[in-house]
């Protein structure tokens, strides 16, 4: 997740029939939708339909999507091989509150492709998976306080919603001694006081904050990437330090793989960088669009659950998320589908690179191809008050053009791309690179025709 966009997809599409819906949305939900990331004013996309790699809205604006719904949709919208088994595991009963064959199945092909993982455990979110995950570590270890990373995203619970998305980033405090900052209002001050704030790739401020308050921490919390700051990648070494260091201390280290999970790799950030955590959590990818987590770890860390940590959940593991996260996982495992990803995204990479090199502008590609954004730049960013830095003004303008062109990136910096199976299907390669090719050449067009007026009108004050 991301916070609000700063700017909207362009109007220029129609949007008759999605106007109509927003009027009649306010009504009824706060902002017209069911999240405040989707809430755009009158340019809130009403989706209609999903196939493959492109969605269509209420109007019948096509776009190629490259939101992919925040990252769940890793082979294809409405993907009949998942569809079909879902539809015939529902067919059964839904909702039970008692275990099904499919669940079972579903964690047992999680333990397949991540074998560090002793014991594992579905639930609905992946807010719920790292609000478990938290509330295990704190159990095993007896200590109370959470490490988590500035700009890094957790869910929406009272625990996880510390240094996220600050309006400016002074905010965040110093740099020697950051400010557990709260998104947004209702949180209880005592709970944000249990969240210590840090820098990511900054294994020297870890070392002096553990030294200083290690024994209460009880856990690190780490998106392997920052997948709320356009997928910033952990410099070579940082997370073998980090597992060390977290070791030296006796701290548990979770790696919050909502995102990263079964794209990165088939065990996924774990396996991509190297890395055995105590812990972990997954979503998104391990259900392909339907609403299916889990969090899991090493056998004895997992060792408190049943009887020494609440967890529960009336919709844990139900028919159709658990089946849903059976099948996924099971074409995951035996299909070429993530290299298809990873080569489609470095197609799409290169693709991209062409027309910025001819273009000069500055840029990097963050992230893994399955999962990337091209960052306006000169230099490499290491952490999000570096992204703070980056043209965004750039970004947001492409995004914006390309979706009235017919392609769907968040229309907000933070956000990667996100490649699913089904982008390596036809043109749709070549498509994407056009259209932002097209989108870009606008946007700095109009940066040169604003830069000359602006020079212009200092001129004429000047004289």
């Known amino acids: 997740m991301t916070a609000e966009p700063t700017t909207r997809p362009s109007p220029a599409l129609a949007r008759a029939k999605q106007i109509e819906m927003y009027h009649r949305a306010l009504k009824t939900l706060p902002g017209g939708t069911d999240s405040n990331f989707r809430a755009w004013g009158e340019d809130t996309i009403y989706v209609d339909r999903g196939r493959g790699g492109r969605v269509w809205d209420l109007d019948g604006n096509e776009y190629i999507d490259l939101r992919m719904g925040y990252g769940p949709v890793i082979l294809g919208h409405a993907d009949p091989r998942v569809d079909d088994f879902v539809t015939e595991r529902m067919r059964m009963g839904v909702s039970f509150s008692l275990t099904s064959e499919d669940e079972v199945v579903a964690m047992e092909t999680v333990k397949q492709l ?11 979110s992946g807010t719920e998976a790292t609000m478990h995950a938290m509330r295990v570590a704190r159990a095993y270890t007896g200590k109370t306080k959470i490490v988590k990373f500035e700009g890094q995203y957790h ?16 905010d965040l405090g110093s740099e020697d001694n950051p400010v557990g900052l709260v998104w947004g209002r209702g949180i209880p001050e005592v709970i944000t006081k249990t969240i210590v704030p840090a820098r990511f790739n900054n294994i020297e401020f870890l070392r002096n904050l553990f030294e200083r308050e290690g ?32 070791e030296e201390f006796g701290i548990l280290l979770i790696f919050d793989e909502v995102k990263t999970g079964f794209r990165f790799a088939r065990g996924g950030a774990a396996e991509y960088f190297g890395i055995t955590p105590d812990l972990a959590t997954y979503a998104k990818a391990m259900g392909n669009g339907y609403p299916a987590a889990a969090f899991g770890g090493r056998e004895e860390v997992m060792s408190v659950l049943p009887d ?28 070429n589908a993530l290299e298809t990803i990873r080569d ?28 990337f954004s091209p960052m ?65 050449g606008v946007a700095l067009d109009q940066r040169a025709r604003h830069q000359s007026l602006a020079h212009d009108a200092a001129a004429a004050y000047s004289a």
């Open 114 to 124: 991540v074998p560090w993982v002793g014991k594992v455990r579905m639930t609905v």
């Open 155 to 170: 869910g929406v619970h009272d625990y996880a919603l510390v240094s996220v998305a600050p309006n400016k980033m002074s």
């Open 215 to 246: 024994g209460d921490i009880a856990a690190v919390i780490v998106e392997p990437v920052l997948g709320n700051a356009a997928g910033i990648l952990p410099q070579p070494g940082f997370h073998k330090a980090l597992r060390a260091l977290t």
């Open 308 to 335: 020494k940590v609440s967890h529960g959940g009336t919709y844990a593991g139900n028919r159709v998320a658990a089946a849903a996260a059976r099948k996924t996982l099971e074409i995951i495992r035996d299909t």
């Open 344 to 371: 489609t995204g470095l197609r799409v990479q290169a693709g991209l690179k062409e027309v910025l090199d001819a273009r000069g502008v500055p840029f990097h590609f963050t992230g893994h191809p399955a999962m």
């Open 376 to 440: 306006f730049t000169e230099k490499v960013v290491t952490e999000y008050r570096e992204w703070a830095a980056t043209d965004h003004e750039l970004y947001d303008a492409v995004a914006v053009g390309m979706h009235a062109r017919g392609a769907m990136p968040e229309p907000d910096s933070r956000e990667p791309w996100f490649m699913c199976e089904a982008h390596a299907q036809g043109d749709t390669v070549d498509r994407i690179v056009s259209i932002f090719a097209e989108s870009l």
